[in-house]
């Protein structure tokens, strides 16, 4: 059995894996690039929104109370409670005069904004940079800087400048992060379960086609696959293996049932001549009887020889594809007319007469003439043997919905209703045949039988009140 990373199992399993792998790679890329770039966006839109309100409401404290005056100081405060920015704000000459930290002694007046910052301020579309502000701050920040004007003067009365951390402005992106990480590693694990059971019904038929395959190369044509339920090339897989392994099957028991019908035929006659040949030789026959065992002698060994030359003719038979026998055509009347004309003497010393019903007319059907002459030789033959002295053997021939019909029929005993579907069977013989028949091998019927279905074609028979009648078709050729 093949385990491992060799199996059907593993490497669907690795392959859907991958593909999970890959695709939420590619996804999650795209997904945490997109959302990164959009939560920044609008992180940036509100900062610039709220600096501009910022240096708008500043402006207005500026009329009543000095920069650098504690309610400004408290109004930056509450400003940066409320939006979680942290705010400095500079004079003209970008020294810090007042912040939003409540420590009195806050670290970051006295000292200078650089004029690259606050030039940010002076352009038309406000920007925001990752800065440390020239040392202001310990780790860069996130930073705007929005200039205060005079509505007076309409000078420079200052700056604000408002940052904030790098982790404040990326947390919501992580929390977006985090929410498609779960949903990705939970569906990636439904998928993978989905994915193991799949793989494992997939692989269940196969590997029980391999352990059937198995018990076949050691002679067990028993063993079948199951069927899966649903409708897929798995199921016909597995239909056709079943079929297959009843061929096998079928084929074996026929070969056993061949191989014993033989051994029992031709024990009969071997064991009737070597015990024939042992009394003449040890002087058991006496001189005056041997002429009549020597002809019992001759008799069973001609048995033996027409039984397999039987056998020889139906192995060629069967190995004859059924294309090369339908190409081929004849005249049914002539080949029954020319088979009556052959079996003529056989059925004059058994006393028997032949009432013919043919077409006027040629008949001409598709088919191997030999091949069907074969089968009107031996259901006249049969039919020949076990009709009483005296009796008609009728034959006839018609036409019908593109086939030709042709009848063989015979008084004679009745064949039960048992022994009909048995008496196409090879080496059958019913008790009423043993009992007339000490010629026969139980092969006619049987070759008869396989020669048709080689053409396609069908044998019916029937048996009640003494009459026993055969039918089979051919097909007509077209004008």
């Known amino acids: 059995m093949i385990k491992g990373h060799k199996s059907i199992y593993f490497r669907n399993f690795l392959t859907t894996l991958s593909i999970l792998i890959l695709c939420f790679a590619i996804m999650g890329s795209a997904f945490l690039a997109l ?43 509450g400003i940066a409670g409320l939006s979680g920015y942290h705010i400095l704000l500079c004079d003209p000459d970008g020294a810090v005069v007042s912040c939003s930290d409540r420590q ?87 998928a993978l379960i989905i994915s193991i ?80 040949s042992d009394g003449l030789l040890d002087g058991t ?13 001759s008799s069973e060994t001609k048995r033996m020889s027409r039984m397999v030359r039987s056998m020889l003719d139906l192995s060629k038979m069967q190995e004859i594809e059924p294309e090369k026998l339908k190409s081929g055509s004849f005249d049914a009347a002539e080949l029954i007319c020319l088979t009556l004309g052959s079996l003529e003497k056989r059925i004059t010393d058994r006393g028997l007469d032949v009432s013919a019903t043919l077409p006027e007319e040629a008949v001409l059907v598709r088919g191997d003439s030999d091949a069907i002459t074969r089968v009107m030789y031996n259901l006249l033959d049969n039919a020949a043997k076990f009709s009483p002295a005296g009796h008609v053997i009728r034959v006839e021939l018609w036409k019908k919905n593109g086939k030709a019909y042709v009848s063989v029929e015979n008084d004679g005993e009745t064949i039960s209703p048992e022994e009909l579907p048995l008496i196409f069977d090879r080496f059958h013989k019913t008790d009423r045949s043993r009992s007339l028949d000490k010629e026969g091998v139980g092969l006619g019927l049987y070759i008869v039988k396989t020669i048709l279905d080689a053409h396609g074609e069908d044998i019916y028979v029937t048996s009640e009140n003494g009459v026993t009648k055969f039918v089979f078709t051919l097909t007509l050729k077209e004008d």
Request: aromatic share 8%; proline share 3%; with cysteine.
């Open 197 to 276: 059971i799949t793989s494992k019904k997939t692989a269940r038929p196969l590997r029980e086609m391999a352990a059937a395959a198995g018990k076949f190369a050691k002679g067990d044509f028993s063993a079948r696959v199951s069927e899966p339920e649903r409708e897929d090339e798995i199921r016909e897989l597995a239909d056709a293996f079943n079929l297959m392994a009843e061929s096998l099957e079928r084929s074996e028991n026929q070969r056993r049932e061949l191989i014993a019908n033989v051994s029992h035929e031709l024990k009969t006659p071997m064991t009737t001549i070597a015990g024939f």
């Open 35 to 77: 959302s990164y770039r959009f939560v920044m966006r609008e992180k940036k839109a509100a900062m610039i929104t709220n600096a501009q309100e910022v240096a708008r409401l500043i402006s207005a404290y500026a009329y009543e109370w000095d920069l650098g005056s504690f309610e400004v100081r408290m109004a930056l405060s």
């Open 104 to 190: 009195l002694d806050c670290e970051h007046i006295g000292k200078t904004v650089s004029s690259g910052t606050l030039g940010m301020a002076g352009r038309e579309s406000e920007e925001i940079s990752l800065t440390s502000l020239d040392g202001l701050y310990t780790e860069p920040r996130y930073a705007i800087a929005m200039r205060m004007v005079d509505s007076k003067t309409q000078e420079t009365a200052g700056y604000i400048v408002m940052s904030a951390e790098k982790a404040s402005m990326n947390e919501l992106w992580r929390e977006f992060s985090g929410i498609y990480l779960s949903v990705a590693v939970s569906v990636m694990a439904i």
């Open 285 to 297: 026959i006496p001189p005056e009887r041997q002429d009549h065992y020597l002809r019992l002698i």
